[in-house]
Structures are given as C-alpha cells and as structure tokens.
C-alpha cells in the first residue's frame, strides 16, 4: 500500500516561519509531479506550489517569495518552507503526489491526511 503521510503544520505567529515534509511510503518506482494544497475554512481547495520530476516549480501567486517547495527523490519526500507566515496563509495543508507503484502499469494520484497551519496575527 502506498500512502503519502505529512508532518510539520503548527500554530506560529505571523511572519513565522514553517517547514512541511511529506513522505510517500510503500512499494514506488517512481513518482512524478508532486505538489501542495491548501483549504481554508469556507474556501475551495487550492493548489499552493507543485513540483515536477525535473524539479521545476510554480506556485500561487499570494506565496511567490515567501513559500519554497522542493523534493528529495532518494527519500520520496517533497517539502514546503514557508516564510513570512500571514494570517491568511492559515489552512489545512495537503500535499499531492502522481506515483508509480513497482508493478503497477498506471499512475496513483494520492493525497496526504492534511495538516493543519495556523498563523496568529
């Protein structure tokens, strides 16, 4: 069973800082995009920063400069530092993962349970 399990949401004052780690477990040849997510209370998910296999990036416009997301592929495990934390920043954080489990012929879009950032003004 593949599964992708996150770590690292907190409470943290604003202009904090953060670091999100997401780890997919199991039996993987590969993975290929990765990404995070977040939904606030009342909002529709978004998509916060993703990353591809070739390790080029993009990312929300509102976390441009503040937020880096990047990947160690010999860990399976992509992070997300967050800097110059603001009260609207506060979500529930997902992260996204494209994998390959080893014998599998077809790609498994997983999600990770969610974690929660909370940042006081």
């Known amino acids: 069973q593949v599964q992708l399990v996150e770590s690292g949401g907190d409470l943290v004052q604003a202009g904090g800082s953060l670091r999100l780690s997401c780890a997919a477990s199991g039996s993987i040849f590969s993975i290929n995009a990765m990404g995070w997510f977040r939904q606030a209370p009342g909002k529709q998910r978004e998509l916060v920063a993703g990353?591809?296999?070739?390790?080029?990036?993009h990312y929300l416009d509102s976390v441009k400069g503040r937020f880096t997301i990047s990947r160690d592929n010999a860990k399976n495990t992509v992070y997300l530092q967050m800097n110059s934390l603001k009260p609207e920043d506060t979500a529930v954080y997902y992260c996204?993962?494209?994998?390959?489990?080893?014998?599998?012929?077809?790609?498994?879009?997983?999600w990770g349970q969610g974690t929660l950032v909370t940042v006081s003004s």
């Open positions: 996204n993962a494209e994998v390959l489990p080893k014998g599998s012929l077809g790609i498994v879009v997983l």
């Open positions: 990353i591809t296999s070739g390790d080029r990036t």
